[in-house]
């Protein structure tokens, strides 16, 4: 592994930051966030993220923290809302990541949130948030990584269940004739609150680029960017690929059944670093992920909205609870009442 570098002694003011970090930076240790228990909130991803994993975060990080040597560096691959990264960040259970997503919206929105914070804030604060500005950003195709970004935000933030892609439109209905109005997840005083701690986390060197790519791009370029580095049980993959079910209808990169297969294929025979994979629990992922002693298998009663519904039947949507399945190559998980362990996988 490369020797440490130091670095000499951070100014307390905000530090000149370069955009991206070099990939060098994940050898030295990041400076200390303002309030690490912003970080512990239930709510910090400033998008609203079809399948967001949020409640699965407090299992993912005590996953991470009972396994030595603590990761150096993460990545997320299908970084979507991020709540995992942005977590485990801001608490320090890893020291450095970086965030990739094949939705070039979603990519570009974690890029300007990261490096251009200033500016999506006050962009985000000038925009009037009423149906006739969501009909342009619905129709506008920007081509600047930050106008994208701020597209990303707006749309998500006014349209049914944050859906950027397919049928969706915007909340409370183009005639806005329900309780909830397209503004009602639009608190921008709260959004602006979350984007500055996703800028503190690339001013203190902890998120160090964010990329714009599929999976498979991605664990490459983690290899070429970071494999000589660091070693390889420093680096942790969290992965949370689309729904086996419903991502046509919530996702412009969703996966077909090839897609999963291939993604099975690679993490059992392919990735040499510490990973973990989070699915909602379907017939396919049980058949694709069998416990076996080289992984973990645990399961997680999970409540969320089973988005992906067509408008008419919006209303009748109602929380479920089901099990999602967590799946590691980590090799200690600690016993806990919240989730359960299959038989037949590594843990004894």
């Not at 809302?81 to 608490?91: E, M, N, Q, Y």
């Not at 005639?175 to 909830?180: L, T």
């Not at 999976?215 to 000589?228: D, E, P, Q």
Request: net charge positive; proline share 6%.
């Amino acid at each position: 592994m490369a020797a440490h570098v130091v670095r000499g002694e951070r100014s307390q003011a905000v530090p000149k930051r370069v955009r991206p970090w070099p990939a060098d930076e994940v050898l030295n240790k990041p400076a200390a966030v303002t309030d690490e228990k912003l970080f512990r909130q239930a709510v910090l991803s400033p998008l609203r993220y079809p399948g967001a994993k949020r409640q699965l975060v407090p299992i993912i990080e005590s996953l991470v923290r009972a396994n030595v040597p603590p990761p150096r560096l993460l990545l997320e691959p299908f970084c979507g809302g991020a709540s995992t990264a942005l977590r485990l960040l801001g608490t320090g259970a890893v020291q450095h990541a970086v965030l990739a997503d094949a939705d070039e919206l979603v990519s570009s929105f974690w890029y300007t949130a990261a490096f251009h914070t200033s500016w999506l804030i006050n962009r985000m604060m000038e925009e009037e948030v009423t149906v006739d500005r969501w009909d342009w950003w619905r129709m506008s195709n920007p081509r600047g990584v930050k106008e994208r970004g701020l597209k990303c935000l707006f749309m998500n933030r006014t349209t049914f269940s944050g859906i950027l892609h397919g049928w969706a439109g915007p909340i409370g209905g183009r005639a806005q004739s329900s309780p909830y109005k397209i503004d009602c997840r639009f608190n921008k005083d709260a959004i602006a609150t979350r984007l500055r701690a996703i800028g503190e986390l690339a001013d203190t060197g902890r998120l160090l680029d964010v990329w714009h790519g599929d999976w498979t791009t991605s664990l490459a370029r983690l290899k070429s960017a970071f494999g000589k580095l660091v070693d390889k049980d420093e680096i942790l993959v969290y992965l949370d690929p689309p729904y086996v079910e419903k991502a046509p209808s919530l996702y412009v990169w969703s996966f077909e059944d090839d897609h999963h297969k291939q993604l099975a294929e690679t993490l059992a025979t392919e990735l040499p670093f510490r990973w973990i994979l989070s699915y909602d629990d379907t017939a396919t992922t049980r058949s694709l992920y069998p416990a076996n002693p080289t992984r973990t298998l645990i399961y997680v009663k999970n409540r969320y909205t089973a988005a992906g519904q067509p408008a008419e039947n919006q209303r009748k949507q109602a929380r479920v609870v089901r099990d999602e399945l967590l799946v590691t190559n980590f090799l200690d998980v600690p016993d806990s009442s919240s989730y359960r362990v299959v038989a037949g996988s590594s843990v004894r």
